[in-house]
């Protein structure tokens, strides 16, 4: 991980994936929103999924190219990218993209990517547990995911947080209506973001102490 602070990855078994559940996290990484200026960061991450994990997230085959114009244009909508950090590099992402400004004058769209080497190890739900919450806290309904009938994997995550399936050809949308945000949802969000600061200032130090020591 990032810094000792988020060097460990804890298992809740008895935390569902319900409706409305912003209960303990399933895994206690180092995740945080990226600003607009860390787009290359988002970029990297996603050059680095492997073919298969590449064409689930985009459903379909894309180029190197196109990944680079996703990214450098993803300024232009309402979204907030929340991104997983092992060792101070973006090994997975979940992307809500909202339909409208302000946020609870419509829903929004998830995304979720996570690196080959990083699956099974509940980042993916971590990180789609916090991009409801964030939705949640803005209004946002209906959460929805679109993606392809064999990515089972996001099947599986869809339905532990209790959305609803439709199937239309080789593609499934997912929804959510979640309810309105609560003072534990705000809490919830507010927290991981302080404890991101945080994690962040303390990288920060560490790094400025090791260029002194061998300045």
Same mark, same amino acid.
């Given at each position: 991980?990032?810094?000792?602070?988020?060097?460990?990855?804890?298992?809740?078994?008895?935390?569902?994936?319900?409706?409305?559940?912003?209960?303990?996290?399933?895994?206690?990484?180092?995740?945080?929103?990226?600003?607009?200026?860390?787009?290359?960061?988002?970029?990297?991450?996603?050059?680095?999924?492997?073919?298969?994990?590449?064409?689930?997230?985009?459903?379909?085959?894309?180029?190197?190219?196109?990944?680079?114009?996703?990214?450098?244009?993803?300024?232009?909508?309402?979204? $907030?990218? !929340? %991104?997983?950090?092992? /060792?101070?590099?973006?090994? &997975?992402?979940?992307?809500?993209?909202?339909?409208? =400004?302000? #946020?609870?004058?419509?829903? $929004?769209? !998830? %995304?979720?990517?996570? /690196?080959?080497?990083?699956? &099974?190890?509940?980042?993916?739900?971590?990180?789609? =547990?916090? #991009?409801?919450?964030?939705?949640?806290?803005?209004?946002?309904?209906?959460?929805?995911?679109?993606?392809?009938?064999?990515?089972?994997?996001?099947?599986?995550?869809?339905?532990?947080?209790?959305?609803?399936?439709?199937?239309?050809?080789?593609?499934?949308?997912?929804?959510?209506?979640?309810?309105?945000?609560?003072?534990?949802?705000?809490?919830?969000?507010?927290?991981?973001?302080?404890?991101?600061?945080?994690?962040?200032?303390?990288?920060?130090?560490?790094?400025?102490?090791?260029?002194?020591?061998?300045?």
């Amino acid at each position: 991980m990032s810094d000792s602070a988020d060097s460990t990855v804890t298992c809740h078994p008895g935390c569902t994936g319900s409706r409305n559940a912003v209960g303990p996290a399933l895994v206690q990484p180092l995740i945080r929103k990226l600003a607009a200026t860390e787009a290359p960061l988002h970029a990297a991450h996603l050059l680095r999924l492997g073919e298969h994990d590449r064409a689930m997230r985009f459903m379909g085959c894309v180029t190197d190219a196109h990944i680079a114009r996703y990214c450098r244009d993803a300024g232009r909508n309402e979204r $907030c990218v !929340l %991104a997983y950090f092992e /060792e101070g590099v973006v090994r &997975g992402v979940a992307e809500t993209v909202f339909d409208a =400004r302000p #946020a609870w004058l419509g829903g $929004c769209e !998830l %995304a979720l990517s996570v /690196e080959s080497g990083h699956q &099974g190890r509940g980042i993916g739900t971590e990180l789609m =547990r916090r #991009a409801i919450v964030l939705a949640r806290n803005r209004g946002a309904a209906p959460v929805r995911i679109l993606f392809l009938r064999e990515n089972r994997r996001m099947r599986a995550l869809a339905l532990r947080f209790g959305m609803t399936l439709a199937v239309s050809g080789t593609e499934i949308e997912a929804s959510l209506r979640p309810q309105w945000p609560n003072p534990f949802t705000l809490l919830a969000e507010n927290l991981g973001d302080g404890h991101a600061w945080w994690s962040r200032w303390l990288a920060g130090r560490a790094a400025s102490a090791k260029r002194a020591a061998h300045a």
